[in-house]
C-alpha cells in the first residue's frame, strides 16, 4: 500500500480543481474537514501519511466538486457563520460574508437604540443564521423567525438547539405568522430573495443547481418580497422601529423608494459592504 502524504495529495487536488477552473482552496478546506483536524494541526502534519480509505473519500468528493459544482458545504454540512458552525443541506441558502455584514449592522443598531428587551422578527430564516445570532449576541432579545419552506424550519431548529439559542420559528409566508399572532415588533430583518430571473444565466452553477430556488428568485426584477414585506410591516413594526435589508446590489435606490411610499417619515441607509456594492439598507422608521 503505497500511501500519500498530506502536501502531496493537497497538490494534486488544487491543481484539479485549478483545471476545472474551480477555487484551488476549495482542496484545502475539504482535506482538512477529512482529516478532522483544525487548522493549525492540519499544516503541522503535511509530511503525514493520508490513510487510503480517506485519500478515496477525499479524492471523490474533490472530483464531484470539480465536474458538478456541488458546493463542499453539501459534502460537509455545515458552514461557518458569524463565528458560529451552522448546518445546512440543499433545502436552505449556504451563509455568505455579506450576510454577516448584514447581521453586524442590526446588532449595532440594535444596541444604538437602548431599547431592552427588544423584539426581532427574521423573514425567510432558511438555516437560522440571521435569526440565532440575533440572539445570542443581543442580550434579552426575543426573536421569532418565519419561513414557508417546512426543511427548511427544521434545519434552523436544530441550529438553534446546537447552538443554545431561544428563537420562535414560525412556518407562513415573509410576515403572515406574525400578523396572526397581532404581535408588533422593534426591528423586522430579512435576507430575502431577490435575484431577477433575467440574471438566471449569470449565476454559478454552485447557486444555480444547488441553492433552493424559492430563496433565490423573486418577481418584479427581485423586488417582489421587498413589496411584501414592507407592506405588511406597517401592520406590525413599531413607531421608531427599523427595517433591515440584504440587497442586490442594484437595488437600493429602488428598495429606498419603496420604504419611503409606506414610511415617508423613513430614514433610509443604503450600506455597501466590503467589496463596495450596495448590499445592505437599514430604514429607521
Known sequence: MNEKKQYEVLKWASLFLEEYHREARVAELLLQHHLGLSRT??????????????HEAFMQDIKEHAETGKPIQHMTGYEEFYGRRYIVDNHVLIPRPETEELVHHVIEAAKETGKTPIHLVDVGTGSGIIAITLALELA????????ISSEALKIAEENARELGAEVAFIQGDFLQPVLNNTETVDIIVSNPPY???SERESLADTVINFDPELALFAEDNGLAAYKRIIRQAKEILKPGGMLAFEI????????????????????????????????????KI
Open 140 to 147: 434579552g432579545a426575543s426573536v421569532s423567525a418565519t419561513d
Open 248 to 283: 442586490g446590489y442594484t437595488q437600493g435606490h429602488a428598495i429606498e423608494r419603496l420604504i419611503t411610499d409606506s414610511f415617508p417619515q423613513a430614514s433610509v441607509d443604503i450600506i455597501q459592504d466590503i467589496n463596495g456594492k450596495d448590499r445592505i439598507i437599514l430604514a
Open 41 to 54: 494541526a492540519f499544516f503541522m502534519n503535511m509530511r503525514e501519511a493520508i490513510p487510503e480509505a480517506i
Open 195 to 197: 435575484i431577477a430571473e
